[in-house]
């Protein structure tokens, strides 16, 4: 009977903490976390996400009555400019984008950052020492205002002409479209979604090639900004993120779809309308790419509790990959969870 009964009071106590994970607000910049919690900087693609990672894992390790281990704690890259990350932590500049999260992890210590939020593979000039994480799958697409004059799909290569100012008309695309020049539009340098895009057009080697028509606007993947209400308007969106924000419901201030819709490349659909998800035949090209949580390979091998703890979060059979834990915040955000195995799986240079 006192078996059953201590089995009935932790089912009681699980049942509470997921009601209040899934009611209460994920958190955004958190308060400030103890020493020796896992605090991440970085992209701003998966920041929602990671804040309701942190209320919920958090609320699992409160409902399996757990006092002692690490917390998970997430910054946005917009906000304050100075962040003290935990307590006792270095003051750093807040990082924007990936390659910014990345080399925050890099210039500080556990003290301070314990994982950066990447939108991105690694790159030649990344440390060794930086692993990646492998987290998810997302796509990026070109988005256009609902009745303008952009069409329902354009090709790789219509696109990389439009960004590289070959094609500044739409009839140089379709006899039959209008008459108007077309306006393609980038996110601020530094972002994530502007470097996975012109990657994938091939217009990012060493520098950043975009032609002297593009215009560029402060925020990635949103729509509220007055520019991109233009008829003729084409920027580049995290499919995954317009999924969390149409379907999930992921939206805030400055952060939500407004006008636009991703649409097709290659004759591939960048949505799948029906089950509302990424498309998954779209992943498969170039636009495809994974998500991933950069840590230092030092803290990620060892052996102590902070090792553990980072390995407990991200790790192939940690809290995130899991299909009863993070895989569920994973989908609801938009991106598209991976197998077992790929998920919490580590690449580096």
């Not at 303008?148 to 290569?157: I, K, M």
């Not at 996975?196 to 032609?211: C, H, N, P, V, Y």
């Not at 002297?212 to 308007?233: E, K, W, Y």
């Not at 990424?278 to 840590?295: A, E, K």
């Amino acid at each position: 009977m006192l078996r059953l009964a201590a089995r009935a009071a932790s089912a009681l106590a699980l049942a509470s903490a997921l009601a209040l994970a899934v009611t209460t607000p994920a958190l955004a910049d958190p308060p400030q976390p103890a020493a020796t919690d896992l605090v991440g900087v970085g992209t701003g693609i998966t920041e929602q996400l990671f804040n309701q990672f942190s209320t919920d894992y958090n609320a699992s390790l409160a409902a399996a009555g757990d006092t002692a281990s690490p917390r998970l704690y997430s910054w946005d890259s917009t906000g304050s400019s100075l962040i003290t990350t935990k307590a006792g932590a270095t003051t750093i500049s807040r990082p924007y984008g990936s390659s910014a999260g990345i080399a925050a992890l890099n210039s500080t210590t556990r003290s301070t950052v314990d994982f950066s939020r990447s939108d991105r593979a690694p790159q030649v000039d990344d440390l060794t020492t930086t692993l990646f994480v492998v987290m998810a799958k997302d796509a990026v697409s070109w988005a256009a205002p609902t009745g303008g004059n952009a069409p329902a799909g354009l090709t790789r290569s219509q696109l990389s002409s439009i960004y590289a100012c070959t094609i500044t008309n739409w009839r140089q695309i379709d006899p039959a479209l209008p008459d108007a020049t077309v306006r393609p539009i980038l996110p601020a340098r530094g972002t994530d979604t502007r470097r996975t895009f012109l990657q994938a057009l091939g217009l990012w080697g060493q520098i950043d090639a975009a032609g002297p028509c593009v215009l560029d606007v402060d925020r990635a993947n949103q729509g509220t900004d007055a520019v991109l209400h233009d008829p003729n308007a084409i920027v580049p969106y995290s499919v995954g993120h317009y999924v969390g924000q149409a379907f999930g419901g992921h939206t805030r201030p400055g952060d939500e779809p407004g006008v636009l819709v991703p649409r097709a490349i290659d004759g591939i659909p960048a949505v799948d309308q029906v089950n509302r998800r990424i498309n998954i035949p779209f992943t498969g090209t170039s636009f495809g790419h994974i998500l991933y949580n950069t840590v230092r390979s030092v803290d990620w091998y060892s052996t102590d509790a902070h090792g553990n703890a980072l390995r407990a979060v991200f790790g192939p059979s940690g809290w995130i990959c899991r299909s009863n834990s993070g895989a569920p915040a994973v989908r609801s955000y938009g991106f598209l969870t991976l197998p077992p195995g790929a998920c919490g799986s580590v690449v580096h240079i």
